[in-house]
């Protein structure tokens, strides 16, 4: 059964560095999603993809966050800045249409530690 | 905008109780409905969703949810617990945006005592 994967599966930075996530969304997919939690919290949306541009970020979605798909395979979510407040798990989920009208498959997430 | 709330961070039943993991949800518009769970280690998998075809919404391992508008919730039951059912429940809602994003509960841990 095709599945979501990610990688790397934990991620340990210092503060400052930047992050690249990386996520090989259902190869037929066609809307892409990150959210993270942070320990303790909710999942949270931080952005969908579709079409090749942003269709929806949220507040996290700051200037030091960015996403691509730079060959129609992989979809990755670059931190640029890290700060200790971006700890957290991170999931990319993937779509054959949107979230309202089609399942949303998540991957096993990469968790993220920054010092 | 939509909002979903669990109620108890952590329930804890015995093998072959009941289980009931309660989600009530906020929305304007008529919601989908979703549960998902994560086995540790493991990302999130769909349980069962809610579309608006029938109110009771059969799933996986033996997961049944039931929409009730009137009282705006979407609780998850298992006749009968497993072991293997000990994992995090989590409730959403599709959002009324046009991509669809999910908003999530805060989650829902299950330990199944032996």
């Known amino acids: 059964e095709p599945e979501v994967t990610q990688t790397p599966s934990h991620q340990v930075t210092q503060m400052g560095q930047e992050v690249i996530l990386r996520c090989v969304p259902i190869?037929?997919?066609?809307?892409f999603y990150w959210y993270r939690q942070i320990l303790g919290q909710k999942v949270e949306f931080l952005v969908s993809f579709y079409n090749n541009e942003i269709s929806e970020k949220s507040e996290i979605f700051d200037d030091q966050f960015s996403v691509e798909r730079p060959d129609g395979s992989n979809f990755t979510l670059k931190i640029r800045s890290t700060k200790l407040e971006d700890s957290a798990m991170y999931f990319c989920a993937s779509g054959v249409d949107r979230g309202d009208q089609e399942t949303q498959y998540f991957g096993p997430g990469t968790r993220l530690l920054v010092l | 905008a939509q909002s979903v709330t669990q109620l108890g961070s952590h329930v804890s039943v015995s093998e072959g109780a009941l289980v009931l993991l309660r989600c009530n949800y906020s929305?304007?518009?008529?919601?989908?409905l979703f549960w998902y769970v994560q086995y540790p280690n493991q990302g999130l998998q769909l349980l069962l969703k809610?579309?608006?075809?029938?109110?009771l919404v059969k799933g996986i391992n033996g997961f049944e949810a039931e929409f009730k508008k009137s009282e705006t919730s979407f609780h998850l039951t298992k006749p009968s617990a497993h072991m293997s059912d000990a994992a995090e429940y989590f409730c959403?809602?599709?959002?009324?945006?046009?991509?669809?994003?999910?908003?999530f509960g805060q989650g829902t841990t299950l330990q199944v005592k032996p």
């Open positions: 929305s304007s518009v008529p919601p989908y």
């Open positions: 190869s037929n997919h066609l809307y």
């Open positions: 959403a809602v599709s959002s009324s945006s046009n991509t669809g994003k999910l908003i």
């Open positions: 809610y579309t608006s075809a029938a109110t």
